[in-house]
């Protein structure tokens, strides 16, 4: 039932490395679990599942064997559901044996990280519907909770999302303060394009239609319009020229995305994916009868 081929192929180098440091700091945060040592030995054994108690995306299940390598040979897990996909409500998809201890110090962090994940997955496939059909193209941004910025933007391109930038280095943008401090937008541009050859594709954030004219008009690949009314934005894109990419950004909403996409950008980023998605509601159930 696995389908891990996104996960592997994202989580490389700098992004595993952000990962695994994660997990360690999430099982540190929770500290000794003195109940279950006091209540458990060494050789109890336990069985769990995993089980969804709403319809939703399960995201994030090649996590949970990072997470149980930090209990070496204690826990064994198996997947009845296969990563990303749509389960109902009520369905198992994880199932564990092993050391008690084991299981229920890792409970919480393991539900955590699924239970944000799919969550983020459940809101980006409802923004992803609003807009099919379209050839618009959904972007996340970096609103994203300190620390978890690669697990959810992960999840967000699992449930058909594309990912903005992953850092600051991705991409130059200017935004609002980097133009203000350059003194406008061409000079902005000009400072970028002597400072880094080759110059990474520049992004502008525009205010007015008089800033969208004036970008425009640049060598840059995207301009933004940003916290625009939707009459101000169909007269920016019409601005601007078919050889450059066009993003809507500001206050998208799953009411609004729609209408936005009517408008025919490039894309449209909507920071609500990752900092207003609702944990999807998952629980762990452990059987701690001990064997016979």
């Keep these: 039932?696995?389908?891990?081929?996104?996960?592997?192929?994202?989580?490389q180098g700098r992004a595993m490395e952000y990962l695994e440091r994660l997990i360690d700091l999430?099982?540190?945060?929770?500290?000794?679990?003195?109940?279950?040592?006091?209540?458990?030995?060494?050789?109890d054994q336990a069985r769990a599942r995993i089980r969804a108690?709403?319809?939703?995306?399960?995201?994030?299940?090649?996590?949970?064997?990072?997470?149980?390598?930090?209990?070496?040979?204690?826990?064994?897990?198996?997947?009845?559901?296969?990563?990303?996909a749509m389960v109902s409500s009520g369905?198992?998809?994880?199932?564990?044996q092993g050391q008690a201890r084991a299981l229920l110090k890792a409970e919480r962090v393991i539900?955590?990280?699924i239970g944000r994940l799919s969550g983020i997955a459940n809101l980006t496939q409802a923004f992803c519907e609003r807009i099919a059909g379209t050839g618009v193209r959904l972007l996340d941004t970096r609103k994203t909770t300190p620390g978890l910025r690669y697990p959810e933007k992960y999840a967000v391109a699992l449930a058909g999302g594309a990912n903005?930038?992953?850092?600051?280095?991705?991409?130059?943008?200017?935004?609002?303060?980097?133009?203000?401090?350059?003194?406008?937008?061409?000079?902005?541009?000009?400072?970028?394009?002597?400072?880094?050859?080759?110059?990474?594709?520049?992004?502008?954030?525009?205010?007015?239609?008089e800033e969208v004219a004036e970008a425009a008009a640049l060598p840059i690949q995207r301009i933004m319009l940003d916290n625009m009314r939707p009459d101000e934005m169909a007269r920016a894109?019409?601005?601007?020229?078919?050889?450059?990419?066009?993003?809507?950004?500001?206050?998208?909403?799953?009411?609004?995305?729609?209408a936005l996409?009517?408008?025919?950008?490039?894309?449209?980023?909507?920071?609500?994916?990752?900092?207003?998605?609702?944990?999807?509601?998952?629980?762990?159930s452990i059987d701690l009868t001990p064997e016979t």
């Excluded at 319809?55 to 559901?81: C, K, Q, Y």
């Excluded at 130059?172 to 980097?178: G, P, Q, S, V």
């Excluded at 990419?245 to 998208?252: A, H, L």
């Excluded at 207003?276 to 629980?283: E, F, H, I």
């Design 111 to 113: 539900l955590n990280f």
């Design 261 to 284: 996409a009517a408008l025919r950008p490039t894309f449209i980023s909507a920071g609500a994916l990752t900092h207003s998605a609702a944990c999807a509601d998952l629980s762990m």
């Design 91 to 96: 369905t198992y998809v994880a199932h564990f």
């Design 53 to 84: 108690k709403q319809d939703t995306r399960i995201v994030g299940l090649p996590i949970i064997p990072l997470i149980l390598s930090r209990f070496p040979d204690a826990v064994r897990v198996s997947f009845s559901a296969a990563e990303g």
């Design 164 to 209: 903005h930038r992953l850092d600051l280095s991705e991409m130059l943008m200017l935004k609002d303060n980097h133009i203000d401090r350059a003194g406008g937008i061409t000079p902005a541009v000009r400072r970028l394009l002597a400072a880094y050859v080759p110059c990474p594709p520049i992004e502008v954030e525009c205010r007015t239609l």
């Design 26 to 43: 999430a099982l540190e945060e929770d500290g000794r679990d003195l109940t279950s040592e006091a209540l458990f030995t060494e050789k």
């Design 237 to 258: 894109l019409a601005m601007i020229p078919q050889t450059m990419e066009t993003e809507i950004s500001g206050g998208v909403s799953l009411d609004t995305v729609a």
């Design 1 to 11: 039932m696995e389908n891990h081929s996104l996960f592997h192929s994202f989580f």
